[in-house]
């Protein structure tokens, strides 16, 4: 395998080569360096495809629900410039759309602009597996069982 000072140097390659790479502009060596060998490695994980694939502009992927916990000097930082957040920012979910248009249908010609085109993502999980970038096939298998059941 790849030794993590060759993946380092990449990591430190890409940071300056494309710096619209999130994942690299945000990697801190220093940060890398204070955990221990496990976490480092998982923090690897969580940036692989930065390093992969340098022209990515995010670059990262938490791989279990508690990697933006246990690595939230690196994904806070990641997950605000992606989103234009302020540092102080608190994100607050309001599901009511009461306020949405007119009885919560927004009719975007009144703001004159013509059909839009959306796409939603949904990459969540269920709490008691990975995210799909750490699954194994058998881990997987459980997780669609689950979801059939449901």
């Not at 508690?66 to 989103?83: A, G, K, L, M, Q």
């Not at 599901?95 to 927004?106: K, N, Q």
Request: charged residues 30%; negative net charge; aromatic residues 10%.
């Amino acid at each position: 395998g790849v030794e993590p000072g060759q993946e380092l140097a990449r990591i430190a390659e890409i940071k300056k080569s494309h710096p619209d790479n999130l994942a690299m502009k945000y990697f801190d060596a220093d940060y890398f360096n204070s955990l221990d060998a496990d976490k480092q490695a998982a923090l690897l994980r969580c940036v692989r495809t930065g390093f992969e694939n340098e022209d990515s502009g995010m670059g990262c992927y938490a791989m279990t629900p508690n990697d933006y916990e246990t690595f939230n000097p690196f994904f806070d930082p990641v997950i605000r410039d992606y989103h234009g957040a302020s540092a102080d920012a608190v994100h607050e979910t309001d599901w009511d759309i009461s306020a949405v248009g007119e009885g919560g249908v927004l009719d975007v010609t009144k703001l004159g602009l013509s059909e839009l085109s959306m796409r939603v993502r949904v990459g969540r999980n269920l709490q008691q597996f990975n995210l799909p970038g750490a699954m194994d096939r058998a881990e997987r298998i459980e997780f669609e069982k689950t979801i059939v059941k449901a």
